[in-house]
Nanobody, 121 residues
């Protein structure tokens, strides 16, 4: 059983910083990509950032320069460093991994349950 578990969410003041973590548990063969998504109340889930095993990263245009994604493939972990946080960053943040459980598997998407980030004074 493969599970993704996010942590690090919480309440932060505007202008503050927060780092989210995501750990993959269970036996896997390899990870193709890891991403962070977020969903604000009443809005659709949106992509925040993606990182590939090749080392490339991609961010939502509105978040470039404030958010940074990183992957520790030795620990099967992803991180999202968030800075200069704004109230509109308030959302549930989800971790996503495109991974293969076995060498013969096709890559499949796995999701965590999310961690709440609230930016408020």
């Amino acid at each position: 059983q493969v599970q993704l578990v996010e942590s690090g969410g919480g309440l932060v003041q505007p202008g503050g910083s927060l780092t989210l973590s995501c750990v993959i548990s269970g036996t896997i063969y390899n990870i193709d990509t890891m991403s962070w998504y977020r969903q604000a109340p009443g809005k659709q889930r949106e992509l925040v950032a993606t990182a590939t095993t090749g080392g490339s990263t991609n961010y939502a245009d509105s978040l470039k320069g404030r958010f940074a994604i990183s992957i520790d493939y030795t620990k099967n972990m992803a991180f999202l460093q968030m800075s200069s946080l704004k109230p509109e960053d308030t959302a549930v943040y989800y971790c996503n991994a495109q991974l293969r459980r076995f060498y013969y598997s096709v890559a499949s998407a796995y999701w965590g349950r999310g961690t709440q980030v609230t930016v408020s004074s």
